[in-house]
Nanobody, 118 residues
Framework: QVRLVESGGGLVQAGGSLRLSCAASGNIFRGDYMGWYRQAPGKQRELVASISNDGSTNYDDSVKGRFTISRDSAKNMLYLQMNSLKPEDTAVYYC????????????WGPGTQVTVSS
């Protein structure tokens, strides 16, 4: 029933920008927060940005000032504007409801690949 489909990734040079989108379906807005996660090869998945239902946002220090998370709850859409991209941003990016992401064996969508070249 729950489905999360990320899009907008691609190959970009350092300093460039990408805008990621997440289309959600099913009754997934069961918590106060949604977020964007990323997983680079050989690394743990990490939360990079989150947003509450009232619009409050939090960012990992590694992306603060460069990434902006936003949501359109009426359309079940989540977005991540990524500016000033760095090679270390290279990863597969996932969206999720934080309450689902924190569950052991929780659902994850396919993700979208972001590759930043030097």
């Amino acid at each position: 029933q729950v489905r999360l489909v990320e899009s907008g990734g691609g190959l970009v040079q350092a300093g460039g920008s990408l805008r990621l989108s997440c289309a959600a379906s099913g009754n997934i807005f069961r918590g106060d927060y949604m977020g964007w996660y990323r997983q680079a090869p050989g690394k743990q998945r990490e939360l990079v940005a989150s947003i509450s239902n009232d619009g409050s946002t939090n960012y990992d220090d590694s992306v603060k000032g460069r990434f902006t998370i936003s949501r359109d709850s009426a359309k079940n859409m989540l977005y991540l504007q990524m500016n000033s991209l760095k090679p270390e941003d290279t990863a597969v990016y996932y969206c999720n409801v934080l309450a689902i992401a924190m569950m052991q064996g929780g659902y994850w969508g396919p993700g979208t690949q972001v590759t930043v070249s030097s």
